[in-house]
């Protein structure tokens, strides 16, 4: 039997289709409410927490093999606190109650920003030791420390493999993270920069974590997740083309970034809404940033990425129906 942490979230959720497709027994976390999502029929859902360890315990029951989905994703500087407690404390009872549990295996998934960024001198791969003199985010922070609890777990006898996506493009809820790149295109954002970033469509990422969960004698690994790198303008150009929309036609300049970040902190304290830009993310949208991406095939040589031309006429086509746009 397999659980899934997350498994209400954009990696979560297609992954969830993706096993109980294939026929797999699986248990899914959610903390309030089970989605509407497809394939949520299927599974076994039960109501929890990563911050709760007995609920964990108790859907620890019987499982096997975890995927660990369930993460916090934020550039707003006021919830640094909430974000280290989610990310790393969660993944510290996580490994615990796979230890616990007699749990077989776990698939831990980290992130791009968890290897230190932001590096511009050379390209970023699996062997990047954690600096703090680059540029990184809390939230990069966060998954940093998540791994080293997955480590921990590995020096007390656990079975672990690592994967660190890149952004994940996929058809999800356009509000948050980074399918919000797709709402921006279809409102027809006006603002590009010359930033550069890896990028992988979901269902790359979910293929790429089932064959290691079954890759067994592949132990103790992390594997940088990434179709290739593309140009933050390319990749709005693209999307917005196929919804029929204007492409992003006015750069940001660094001046530019500088003033509407700070405009939006000052908002955001007022109002108490997320900032559109941060500090954090307007330094990400410039860096441009090259990820190395050939461990995985230097492991699994068939394993081969989609075509993101046919990745993204895919996702705005799911993300039509699903908003009726």
Known sequence: MVLITGATGLLGSHLLKKLVNDGQTVKALYRSEIPQIEGSDKAIWVQGDILDTVSLEEAMAGVEYVYHCAAMVSFNPRKKAQMHKVNVEGT????????????????????????????????????????EETSNSEYGK???????????????????????PVIILGAGNWEKGSSEIFKSAYEEFP??????????????????????????????????????????????????????????????????????????????FFTGKDPMLTRETARTAAAKVQIDNRKIQRFFPNFKYSSMDDSLERICEELKKMHNL
């Open 191 to 268: 603002w590009y920069t010359e930033g550069v970033s890896g990028f992988v469509d979901v269902e790359d990422v979910v293929r790429a974590m089932v064959m290691l969960m079954h890759a067994v004698k592949i132990t103790g690994e992390r594997f940088i997740i990434s179709a290739d790198n593309y140009p933050f303008r390319s990749m709005f150009t693209w999307i917005a083309r196929n919804f029929n929309k204007r492409p992003p036609h006015r750069k940001v300049t660094p001046l530019i970034a500088g003033l509407v970040w700070r405009w939006e902190a000052i908002k955001s």
């Open 142 to 164: 966060t998954k940093y420390l998540a791994e080293l609890e997955t480590w921990r777990g590995i020096g007390e006898g656990l079975d672990v493999v690592i994967v660190n």
């Open 92 to 131: 510290a009872n996580v490994v615990n109650a796979c230890l616990d549990a007699g749990v077989k295996r776990l698939l831990h998934v980290s992130s791009i920003a968890a290897m230190g960024r932001i590096r511009e001198d050379s390209p970023i791969n699996e062997d990047m030791v954690w600096s």
